[in-house]
C-alpha cells in the first residue's frame, strides 16, 4: 500500500494521541437508557466466546427461559434479537405485514407514529386512530374500531414513553381473537418493570429494549410470538422483505436448530441473561411493586413541591413521569444544571410536547428510593435559580 493513499491518523486532528475512552458518571434518570446493574456490566464485560460454542447455547436458552418468565408467556418463538427496541418493532412488521394488509394503529405519542410509518414502507393498509398526548384509549373506542375497521393486525404502545401514558391492555384481546386480528404490542418501556401477562391478555406478538426496566445497555430487542403469529407467518405468499430481521430465519438459530444467521452480539447476551437474573432473582411481582412504590412517591413528592403533573393519575406511567415546566421556568437551563453540576440526567419533551414537559424515568436498577430522594431534594434545592422572572411561584 502506497503510503500517500494511506488517511493518516496523524494529520487528522492528531488521533494517535487521543486519551483513553473516558465516561462521565451519571445517573440516568430519563426516558432511557437507564444505567445498567452492575452485575450486568460484570457480565458485558466477559471475554466473548464462539456464537455458537455449547456454552453459549446454554447460556441463549437460560436467556429464552429467563425472557418467558418476565413476559409471562410460554411462546416458543421468545427471542432477543439484534439491536434496540426499534429493531423489534420493524421484526414485527416486516414479517406479519404483506402488501395491502390492513393494519389499525393506535396512536397517542410518538412511537405510535414510528409504527406508522414503519407500516406505511411495508406497504400496509394502515388505518391510524389519535388520541392527544397524554390520553389513553378506552376499551369501548378500540372494540369499536376493530369492529369497524377489521384489521388484520391492531398495534398499540403500551407505555408511551413521549406522553408518559400508560395504556390498559386488558380486553383487547378477546376483540382481536373475536375479530380475526392479530394483537401487537409495544412493551418497550414496560418489560421487566410493570405488570405485563403476554398469555393471559392475549397478546400475540410484542417487542421491547434492554435498556429500561431489564437494566442493561442499549443492544438487544426481545420478542416474542405466539401460534396464531406463527400461524400467519407460515402463511405468508411472499418472502419477508428484510433479511437480518426475518423471523424465520432467526428462529433457525434461536430454535432448536441453532444453525447460524448473523454473529450474535455474545456479550449483549450475557448482560440480557444477568438483567433477567436478578429480576428472577427478586421475583416479577415484586419487580413491579417496586416501580409502583418509588413512582408514587416521586408524584407525590413533585406536587407537594408545586408542579403539576402532565398525566392524570389514571393513566399515568410508572416508568415514565411527564412533568410540566412551569411558564415562569427555563426548563432547559435546569435540565442541563442537572446534568453539568450533578450527573443527572432527565429528559426534555419529545415531539409536541418538547419543552412543554420534563420526562422523569425511574427503570429497571434505577427505580429505588434513593433516586427519588435525590431528584425530590434537587427539584426543591435548585429548580427555583431557574426561575424566569425573579419574584414567580410554580
Ligand atoms: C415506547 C417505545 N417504543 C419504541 C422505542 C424505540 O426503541 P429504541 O430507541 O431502543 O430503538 C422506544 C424508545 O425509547 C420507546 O420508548
Not at 304 to 313: N, T
Request: one cysteine or more.
Amino acid at each position: 500500500m502506497t503510503e500517500a493513499k494511506l488517511i493518516s491518523a496523524l494529520n487528522e486532528e492528531n488521533l494517535s494521541h487521543l486519551s483513553k475512552t473516558y465516561v462521565p458518571s451519571r445517573l440516568l434518570l430519563g426516558p432511557g437508557p437507564s444505567n445498567a446493574h452492575p452485575e450486568v456490566l460484570k457480565a458485558l464485560s466477559l471475554n466473548p466466546i464462539g456464537h455458537l460454542d455449547e456454552a453459549y447455547i446454554s447460556l441463549m436458552s437460560d436467556v429464552q427461559k429467563l425472557l418467558r418468565y418476565t413476559w409471562q408467556c410460554n411462546n416458543r418463538v421468545t427471542l432477543p434479537m439484534s439491536g434496540t427496541g426499534s429493531a423489534a418493532m420493524e421484526a414485527s412488521i416486516a414479517n406479519f405485514i404483506e402488501d395491502g394488509e390492513k393494519i389499525l394503529i393506535a396512536k397517542k405519542g410518538y412511537f405510535g407514529d414510528r409504527l406508522v410509518d414503519m407500516a406505511n414502507r411495508y406497504k400496509a393498509q394502515v388505518d391510524v386512530i389519535e388520541k392527544p398526548w397524554g390520553e389513553a384509549f378506552s376499551y369501548e373506542e378500540i372494540k369499536y374500531e376493530i369492529e369497524t375497521k377489521k384489521p388484520a393486525i391492531f398495534a398499540i404502545v403500551h407505555a408511551e414513553t413521549s406522553s408518559g401514558v400508560l395504556q390498559p391492555l386488558n380486553g383487547i384481546g378477546d376483540i382481536c381473537r373475536k375479530n380475526n386480528c392479530l394483537f401487537l404490542v409495544d412493551a418497550v418501556t414496560s418489560l421487566g418493570a410493570l405488570e405485563l401477562l403476554i398469555d393471559d391478555w392475549k397478546i400475540d406478538l410484542a417487542y421491547s429494549c434492554s435498556q429500561k426496566g431489564l437494566s442493561c445497555p442499549p443492544g438487544l430487542s426481545p420478542f416474542t410470538m405466539n401460534n396464531r403469529a406463527e400461524e400467519k407467518l407460515s402463511s405468508r405468499k411472499t418472502k419477508v422483505p428484510n433479511w437480518y430481521l426475518d423471523l424465520s430465519l432467526l428462529n433457525k438459530y434461536w430454535g432448536s436448530d441453532r444453525v447460524y444467521h448473523h454473529t450474535a452480539p455474545v456479550n449483549m447476551n450475557f448482560a440480557i441473561r444477568e438483567g433477567l437474573r436478578l429480576i428472577a432473582n427478586e421475583g416479577l411481582e415484586n419487580v413491579w411493586n417496586r416501580h409502583n412504590a418509588n413512582a408514587k412517591k416521586l408524584w407525590k413528592g413533585l406536587e407537594s413541591l408545586g408542579m403539576e403533573l402532565h398525566v392524570s393519575e389514571d393513566y399515568r406511567l410508572p416508568t415514565l413521569t411527564t412533568v410540566k415546566i412551569p411558564p415562569a421556568v427555563d426548563g432547559d437551563g435546569f435540565r442541563n444544571h442537572l446534568l453539568r453540576n450533578f450527573g443527572i440526567e432527565i429528559g426534555n419533551g419529545l415531539g409536541e410536547l418538547s419543552g412543554k414537559v420534563w420526562r422523569v424515568g425511574l427503570m429497571g436498577f434505577n427505580s429505588c428510593d434513593e433516586n427519588v430522594d435525590r431528584l425530590l431534594n434537587l427539584f426543591d434545592t435548585e429548580l427555583k435559580k431557574f426561575s424566569i422572572f425573579e419574584s414567580s411561584t410554580f
